[in-house]
């Protein structure tokens, strides 16, 4: 007679294993670095790819033939040669596709076309508030994404892409306990836009999508291209991105990939309780919170407790522009106390690179506070090597990155 546990013993060993789930950045990866070594013309043919990529000639074979009966990349002519068969060359099918991408903020998107080789076609901007609610920011963002696309048919869209600012799910798609965005909370974005254009949706955290969008700046800025499954060799391995804007926020890059942590948080600065912030209330429901001093819209409320005329992000930078002490000396402080926290993610994390980005980012006084607490609390081997420097890819960073995992979303169902 079988008792109920050795029942469940047997049944657990003939159960079939959870079939793993398919991992788009990985499987995507080695098609994207073929079409931007393509597209880049560091390598337009099937040996050259193979040599430049590092990959077997067969797996070279494979790709580029779903790629070509995908209809994104074409073979024809001959590369010049110095003996035997000439091979054929590879270049990019003029209409083969294109994927659409946006970068949310608190009161406006950075919107974003892109080429199947993850290179931006174009982009606008577009003033938008969050706080409107998911469906008809979303409505918004479609009718946007369709005047950007122009004279683009609807069909050549291979996917969609979205960055928003609060903790999002990449495998639900969704916003989880976003403390500035009301009504978000776990709305599937990524299943709406989905079924609203019937198209594969991507959706990420905004500062990871600059995260992986600085990598790609930096590595095309080096002239370089991606691995099969890593960011552009040209490009940090391991990189914190920081985004100071309306509010503040860190992507990490860790070997070549973005790394999310178990539920999608890591890299939430902002809701770092910093003593040095007293005892301010945060909108997240607890105080002494990093945001409250480094966060665009706090350093913006302050100003105004000060009697000065300041109430968009741009009001701030004008301010420093034009010398106001106050502002200056408040936004100082902001970086002062952001370079004393971020020090301890770097001793720890150990980055080649520190990636500053945002519009509070482009304020010189700011940067130059976080560089010097850098320098002053970190070990020095730990920034020995550092790298730390505005954003290169600047205001596209969010699409150029969300695009980039919207993109590799396509090439898995090629």
């Not at 797996?59 to 070509?68: A, C, F, M, R």
């Not at 959706?203 to 095309?220: F, P, Y």
């Not at 912030?277 to 945060?282: E, L, R, V, Y």
Request: proline letters at 6%; one cysteine or more; hydrophobic letters at 45%.
């Amino acid at each position: 007679m079988t008792t109920s546990a050795g029942a469940t013993r047997t049944a657990a060993r003939h159960a079939r294993p959870p079939r793993p789930v398919r991992d788009a950045e990985l499987a995507g990866g080695t098609s994207s670095a073929i079409l931007r070594a393509v597209a880049g013309g560091a390598a337009t043919d099937r040996a050259a790819l193979a040599r430049r990529l590092g990959l077997a000639p067969s797996t070279v074979t494979v790709k580029v033939g779903e790629l070509i009966a995908a209809g994104v990349l074409v073979e024809a002519g001959a590369a010049s040669a110095t003996g035997g068969r000439p091979a054929r060359v590879l270049r990019l099918t003029p209409d083969g596709g294109c994927i659409l991408a946006a970068e949310l903020g608190r009161h406006h998107a950075r919107i974003g076309l892109l080429d199947m080789s993850g290179s931006l076609v174009r982009s606008s901007d577009l003033a938008l508030d969050v706080a409107a609610g998911p469906e008809p920011v979303l409505e918004e963002l479609v009718r946007a994404w369709t005047e950007l696309r122009g004279a683009i048919p609807a069909s050549a869209v291979r996917a969609v892409g979205v960055a928003l600012p609060g903790p999002v799910s990449s495998r639900s798609g969704a916003v989880d306990s976003p403390a500035a965005m009301p009504g978000w909370h776990r709305f599937p974005v990524g299943a709406h836009l989905s079924q609203e254009l019937g198209l594969p949706a991507v959706v990420e955290n905004d500062a990871n999508a600059m995260a992986l969008g600085e990598c790609t700046a930096l590595g095309a800025a080096q002239g370089e291209d991606d691995d099969a499954a890593g960011p552009p060799s040209g490009a940090p391995a391991n990189l914190l991105f920081v985004k100071a804007g309306s509010s503040v926020g860190c992507g990490l890059v860790l070997d070549g990939r973005l790394y999310r942590g178990a539920t999608a948080l890591a890299g939430d600065l902002a809701h770092v309780v910093v003593g040095a912030t007293g005892d301010a209330p945060c909108n997240c429901g607890n105080r002494g919170c990093l945001d409250t001093v480094v966060g665009g819209s706090y350093i913006l409320a302050d100003l105004r407790s000060r009697g000065i005329d300041a109430h968009e992000p741009m009001d701030i930078a004008r301010l420093v522009g034009d010398g106001d002490a106050v502002a200056t000396t408040r936004v100082r402080a902001a970086g002062r106390l952001l370079g004393q926290t971020l020090s301890a993610v770097v001793n720890f994390v150990n980055p080649d690179a520190v990636v500053l980005g945002g519009l509070i980012s482009t304020l010189e006084p700011f940067v130059a506070a976080v560089r010097s607490q850098l320098y002053e609390n970190c070990h020095p081997l730990a920034t020995r090597d550092l790298r730390i420097a505005r954003s290169v890819a600047g205001a596209d960073a969010g699409v150029l990155g969300v695009g980039q995992l919207a993109l590799r979303q396509a090439l898995t169902s090629l």
